[in-house]
């Protein structure tokens, strides 16, 4: 069975302060690797995927995730938030055949000026 | 990006009556859309997989006979809460992916908050 764990329920942070939110997995099979942001009242979008290659993915808004298979984690960065960038974010893994995805509990950035 | 629209984006209702809450992909052609229910501070949890044409699949410990999903184009599924109960207000969210398109990427609605009263 596949699980996704998102230590941290809220991030608080300053602006232009760089963010780290974290992102492990537990997986018996490859899967593929994906961060998704819900802004307040909007429906969830992608941010970005790891299907393969570099381990090392940029996504929009300056946001990047490294894939580490030996710690099984998908940790997401921005080196500068803005205030625009609070919402909440969720890792989620899907298998090769995207029959399903799993999600963690989200966690919310909330950037202060 | 592509489009999915859910509707009503919000319901209260009567406890015993029934809701249908419309998912529907306005741009592509959704082969799989998926039905997630999510609780404040925690993660979405899949209740059923629907593919055009063909009876979902629903994850284990939720009621196909509550939760009824029809998947009956490949543009349209419908969530139908039958017999709500004040325990079934949740927020609901479908996501749609194209897999020729997307390479697994979702598409998901804004979600349809449903409060029984």
């Known amino acids: 069975a596949q699980s996704v764990t998102q230590l941290d329920s809220q991030v608080p942070v300053f602006e232009e302060a760089p963010v780290e939110l974290r992102c492990n997995y537990s997986?018996?099979?490859?899967?593929?690797l994906f961060w998704y942001v819900q802004y307040p009242n909007q429906g969830l979008q992608l941010l970005l995927k790891?299907?393969?290659?570099?381990?090392l993915v940029k996504g929009i808004n300056g946001f990047e995730a490294e894939f580490n298979k030996s710690q099984t984690s998908f940790h997401l960065r921005k080196p500068s938030v803005h205030i625009s960038d609070t919402a909440e974010y969720f890792c989620a893994v899907s298998l090769y055949n995207f029959n399903k995805f799993y999600f963690g509990s989200g966690t919310k950035l909330n950037v202060k000026p | 990006g592509a489009v999915v629209s859910q509707h009503p984006s919000w319901v209260i209702c009567k406890s015993g009556t029934s809701v249908k809450i419309e998912c529907r992909s306005l741009d592509f052609q959704a082969t799989t859309m998926f039905w997630y229910r999510q609780f404040p501070k925690q993660s979405l949890m899949l209740m059923a997989t629907?593919?055009?044409?063909?009876?979902?699949?629903?994850e284990q410990g939720v009621e196909k006979d509550k939760f009824l999903i029809n998947h009956a184009s490949l543009t349209l599924s419908t969530l139908t809460v039958t017999s709500a109960h004040p325990e079934d207000s949740s927020f609901y969210i479908c996501?749609?992916?194209?897999?020729?398109?997307?390479?697994?990427?979702?598409?998901f609605g804004e979600g349809s908050r449903l409060t029984v009263l």
């Open positions: 997986s018996s099979v490859s899967v593929y």
């Open positions: 629907s593919n055009e044409g063909s009876k979902a699949t629903y």
């Open positions: 996501s749609a992916i194209s897999g020729a398109r997307s390479r697994g990427e979702l598409f």
């Open positions: 790891y299907l393969s290659g570099s381990t």
